[in-house]
Nanobody, 120 residues
Framework: QVQLQESGGGLVQAGGSLRLSCAASGRTFTSYSMGWFRQAPGKDREFVARINWSGGRTTTADSAKGRFAITRDSAKNTVYLQMNSLKPEDTAVYYC?????????????WGQGTQVTVSS
C-alpha cells in the first residue's frame, strides 16, 4: 500500500546542485523516519541521510556531510535531499526509503530510484 516516488535526478556538472524529492502515498501511510540511499554501479547500496518525522532529527553520512541536507514537509508526506557541491563520485541511483513506527530504522518500503549523474 505504501508507495514512494523519487524525482529530481538528472545530469549536472561538478560543483552544481540538485534537489531530490520523495513523495510518499498510501491510505494509511505513516513511518518513523525516511531515508535516502544510493548505489553506484558495482558497489553496495550505501546510506546517505535520514530524517525523523517527529522533531526532524537528521543523520548524514560522512560522504555527504556539509554538502547534503535532508528535510521534510509533513503536510505533503514528502522528503527532500538538497545536494550541493556535487562531485563525480556522487554519481549513483538514489533511493528513498520508509520505515515503520513499530520498527524504526528498518526500512521496508523503497522507491524505484532516480539517477544522478555528475560530470567533470
Amino acid at each position: 500500500q505504501v508507495q514512494l516516488q523519487e524525482s529530481g535526478g538528472g545530469l549536472v556538472q561538478a560543483g552544481g546542485s540538485l534537489r531530490l524529492s520523495c513523495a510518499a502515498s498510501g491510505r494509511t501511510f505513516t513511518s518513523y523516519s525516511m531515508g535516502w540511499f544510493r548505489q553506484a554501479p558495482g558497489k553496495d547500496r550505501e546510506f546517505v541521510a535520514r530524517i525523523n518525522w517527529s522533531g526532524g532529527r537528521t543523520t548524514t553520512a560522512d560522504s555527504a556531510k556539509g554538502r547534503f541536507a535532508i528535510t521534510r514537509d509533513s503536510a505533503k508526506n514528502t522528503v527532500y535531499l538538497q545536494m550541493n557541491s556535487l562531485k563525480p563520485e556522487d554519481t549513483a541511483v538514489y533511493y528513498c526509503a520508509a520505515d515503520h513506527p513499530l520498527r524504526p530504522l528498518n526500512y521496508a518500503y523503497w522507491g524505484q530510484g532516480t539517477q544522478v549523474t555528475v560530470s567533470s
